[in-house]
Nanobody, 123 residues
Framework: QVQLVESGGGLVQTGGSLRLSCAAS????????MAWYRQVPGNQRDLVAS???????NYADSVKGRFTISRDNAKNTVYLQMTSLKPEDTAVYYC?????????????????WGQGTQVTVSS
């Protein structure tokens, strides 16, 4: 079974840092885009950062200069280094990946989500 497993969330004070990790496991034949989203209760899930297979990255304006996304292709893992954290960064952070997997329709890219990890920044 293909799954994304996240780790690294927690409680941190304003100005602090956290590093999130997300590892893809199972029968994976390729990894395309990997990304982090976040969601506050009652709001939509928003893109925080993404990274494609060649290493090019994209960030939400609100996190540019503070967050860094990276990936280890050998480990099918994506990271999110978060620095200078603010209370408004408080959310559940979800890992997302487009993985090439085998299904009833053959080997195709499919969208997968992690279970989410809580990040709380206290003021």
């Amino acid at each position: 079974q293909v799954q994304l497993v996240e780790s690294g969330g927690g409680l941190v004070q304003t100005g602090g840092s956290l590093r999130l990790s997300c590892a893809a496991s199972g029968r994976i034949f390729g990894v395309n885009t990997m990304a982090w989203y976040r969601q506050v209760p009652g709001n939509q899930r928003d893109l925080v950062a993404s990274i494609i297979s060649d290493g090019r990255t994209n960030y939400a304006d609100s996190v540019k200069g503070r967050f860094t996304i990276s990936r280890d292709n050998a480990k099918n893992t994506v990271y999110l280094q978060m620095t200078s954290l603010k209370p408004e960064d408080t959310a559940v952070y979800y890992c997302n990946a487009i993985l090439r997997t085998m299904g009833v329709t053959g080997m195709n890219p499919r969208n997968y989500w992690g279970q989410g990890t809580q990040v709380t920044v206290s003021s």
